[in-house]
């Protein structure tokens, strides 16, 4: 490439022919009446032609430093609009996240109200998708299921286990629930595309004869929760999906234990460069304050 005269130079000039004088110019620039005067100079010297008529009263522009003015003030016009563009992005108070509806449902609400506390001149965008079909929004952070040993999409928010899950009136009268080898018996709501889900279950108690295809099947976590409160049977998900269930006593969890979930959720940078604000709400959300972990996009 061509070499180019130093920035500096250019608004030099820029701002004295702009006043015709180099003292204005100078105090618009904050500099000195020499810095200016010196920097046209060499812009002079630089294309070995003057710019300027000099006078002890003013500066009139010659024919080449009238030609290559109106070039110069649109370059300078394209730079300052491309830094504003810069510099608005990187200071946008808003972030757009895009999450698998059931955690968006159930997880994330309360961790949202929390990140609000601490940064309340943020405004926040949920994009609720669904698993089989991923978004086509833009966000700036994404949440992606992955099962154990696929390609991690950036940081993992936690170690996930599983919970059986069941309305309370089953743990009472005379058919009650009181052993996992009962939840036969209750009714199972399968979550498609989660049959490991109750295959771990079964492991880790040691049940083999848990009907595993047999029971009312949805395709969404949630939809799964919402029918073990109906008393459609019992349901079984990753805890961080049945906590708000959990915590208001719509359902309960008979058999804790520490069942290890074969699926967890990732944390990754979306479309947009990332902004402070949506590296505020990374670090929040995996739990390490500021500065936030780099994220693979």
């Given at each position: ?61 010659t024919e ?70 991923p978004g ?146 990374v670090g ?14």
């Amino acid at each position: 490439m061509t070499s180019l005269p130093p920035l500096n130079f250019i608004r030099s000039f820029e701002a004295a022919a702009r006043h015709q004088s180099f003292t204005r110019a100078a105090a618009e620039l904050a500099l000195t009446q020499a810095a200016v005067s010196g920097h046209v100079r060499a812009l002079e010297d630089f294309i070995g032609r003057p710019l300027f008529h000099r006078s002890p009263r003013n500066l009139v522009l010659t024919e080449i430093g009238a030609a290559w003015l109106p070039g110069l003030r649109q370059a300078l016009a394209q730079i300052e609009a491309a830094t504003g563009q810069i510099l608005n992005r990187s200071h946008r108070q808003e972030v757009t996240i895009s999450c698998p509806a059931s955690l968006a449902t159930n997880w994330l609400p309360a961790r949202l109200r929390a990140f609000r506390d601490l940064h309340p001149g943020v405004d926040v965008t949920v994009h609720a998708t669904i698993w089989a079909e991923p978004g086509e929004q833009i966000a700036d952070l994404r949440i992606t299921p992955r099962q154990r040993g696929e390609q991690i999409l950036g940081t993992s928010l936690q170690q996930e286990r599983l919970v059986m899950v069941c309305a309370s009136e089953f743990l009472s009268g005379p058919d009650a629930l009181t052993t996992p080898a009962d939840v036969a018996r209750k009714g199972m709501i399968h979550v498609l595309g989660r049959p490991d889900h109750w295959e771990a279950f079964a492991c880790h108690h040691g049940l083999t004869d848990l009907p595993l295809e047999r029971g009312p099947k949805t395709d969404s976590s949630n939809v799964a929760l919402e029918m073990a409160v109906a008393g459609l049977g019992c349901a079984i998900t990753v805890a961080s999906l049945a906590e708000v269930h959990l915590s208001r006593g719509l359902l309960v969890a008979p058999f804790p234990g520490d069942i290890p979930s074969n699926w967890v959720y990732d944390l990754h940078l979306g479309d947009r460069s990332p902004t402070r604000a949506a590296e505020a709400l990374v670090g929040f959300l995996l739990g390490k304050g500021s500065p936030a972990p780099r994220l693979r996009g």
